[in-house]
């Protein structure tokens, strides 16, 4: 039967990243306690999107305050040099640079990778309501290998009931369910774990994040990304966008 090593082989593969993903789903929920005093609006973008939404919700904030200009076109202008309100504030002018202006995709992973947005995250490690970079990694990484394998054995099992003739297709097909239905289970729970396999929060953090009002438009930002923004800063930060496709 030829059709019994492909199916070996997709018994190896889903158990293998299933056995990932779990081992990554136990860790993460090892984290479940963390000190629930409240969020600043910083940590909840933290929590939410990672360095990248805690730059730009410094970005809107310093545009809302008239501080900085962020224009369409994607420029972001030093309008108020006061020397910046806080430690993400001194980093976004320090990444702008001293003539006062700069592109947004410039300014963004630069501020993204400054000390004090270093210190948000570790902070919130220590408090056990981000995961820490380790574990990211494993979870992002289990994800990929569940949806690889998935997609491996709907392959090997397709290509496995066009190799054996009509009447033996039946039980190809349910050998190959057992690994099918296990990988499809387990990216369920990396779809979980991981919502756009970029997770950022422990289960913690996510409580906390679920327990804010959107009400705030800062709050929206920090929870929601840049599409809850008006039109006109929206397009600011779609240039960023538009230049990562490209």
Do not use: N
């Not at 962020?70 to 972001?76: H, K, N, Q, R, V």
């Amino acid at each position: 039967m030829v059709w019994v090593p492909l199916l070996l082989v997709a018994l190896v593969v889903s158990g293998v990243s299933c056995a990932r993903v779990c081992r990554a789903a136990v860790l993460t929920d090892a984290r479940a306690g963390g000190d629930g005093d409240g969020l600043s609006v910083s940590e909840a973008a933290y929590l939410a999107g990672g360095p990248l939404r805690v730059t730009d919700l410094t970005l809107v904030s310093m545009h809302r305050a008239r501080l900085l200009l962020l224009a369409g076109s994607g420029w972001a202008t030093v309008a108020a040099d006061t020397g910046g309100r806080d430690a993400l504030e001194r980093a976004v002018l320090g990444a702008i640079g001293p003539d006062g202006q700069s592109r947004i995709p410039a300014v963004r992973p630069l501020v993204a990778d400054d000390a004090s947005v270093r210190a948000l995250a570790a902070g919130l490690v220590a408090r056990g309501l981000a995961l820490p970079e380790h574990a990211r990694a494993s979870v992002a990484s289990g994800a990929r290998a569940v949806r690889a394998a998935f997609l491996l054995t709907l392959a090997l099992g397709t290509g496995a009931a066009l190799l054996v003739p009509s009447g033996e297709r039946g039980a190809v097909l349910a050998g190959f369910s057992l690994p099918l239905v296990a990988a499809g289970l387990c990216l369920l729970i990396a779809r979980a774990e991981t919502p756009d396999y970029a997770c950022w929060a422990s289960p913690a953090g996510r409580r906390l994040l679920a327990g804010l009002s959107p009400a705030d438009p800062l709050t929206a930002l920090a929870t929601r990304g840049t599409r809850v923004l008006e039109p006109e800063l929206r397009a600011a930060f779609r240039v960023h966008d538009r230049q990562h496709l490209s």
